[in-house]
Every structure is written in C-alpha cells, then in structure tokens.
Nanobody, 116 residues
Framework: QVQPVESGGGLVQAGGSLRLSCAAT????????MGWYRQAPGKRRELVAE???????NYADSVKGRFTISGDNAKNTVYLQMNSLKAEDTAVYYC??????????WGQGTQVTVSS
C-alpha cells in the first residue's frame, strides 16, 4: 500500500508563490507517474501537472509558464512550484501516484488559497 503525504499548502496573495511537496510512503515497488490534481468548490477535479519516470512532464494550459513540477527519485517525492498565483488557482490540491503495476493512490489534499 502506498500513501502520498502532501505538505506546503496555505494562504498567499495574488502574484505570490507556494511550493507543494508530496512524499510517497509505504510499500513502494516502483512509481511510474506522480502528479497533482486540484478541485475548486463546485468544480470537477482537474489535472494540474504530472511527471513520469523518464522525466517527461505534462501541464494544464492554465498553469503553463507559472507552475513547475519536479521529482526526487531517491526520496520518492514530487514538488510543485507555483509562481504568479491567481485567485482562480484556489483549490484543494491532491497528489496522485501511479505505480508500475498500475495502481493509483490519492493523497488527502492540501488547501491552497490565493487572495486577490
């Protein structure tokens, strides 16, 4: 069983920055993909960014150029650096891990609030 553990959310003013971290704990054989989703009140959960084992990344159009996802394989940790934050980035951010045997695991979520 794999458990993603998130940290780094909080309250920030528009234009500010935050960095989210997600560490995979538990019985980890191999991780194929790690990423971040977010869900704002009344909206569907959406992909923000993901990084695959080979280092390939994928971003939602709304965050390209502002957010950067990176990973530390030795620590089984993924980071999301969020710059130039906007009010519309306010949401609960969830870490998502897919293992090599194609099981998916969600973190508990961390709140990001951007005040305008």
């Amino acid at each position: 069983q794999v458990q993603p553990v998130e940290s780094g959310g909080g309250l920030v003013q528009a234009g500010g920055s935050l960095r989210l971290s997600c560490a995979a704990t538990g019985s980890i054989f191999s991780i194929k993909t790690m990423g971040w989703y977010r869900q704002a009140p009344g909206k569907r959960r959406e992909l923000v960014a993901e990084i695959r084992g080979g280092g390939n990344t994928n971003y939602a159009d709304s965050v390209k150029g502002r957010f950067t996802i990176s990973g530390d394989n030795a620590k089984n940790t993924v980071y999301l650096q969020m710059n130039s934050l906007k009010a519309e980035d306010t949401a609960v951010y969830y870490c998502w891990i897919i293992t090599a045997d194609n099981f998916g695991y969600w973190g508990q979520g961390t709140q990001v609030t951007v005040s305008s």
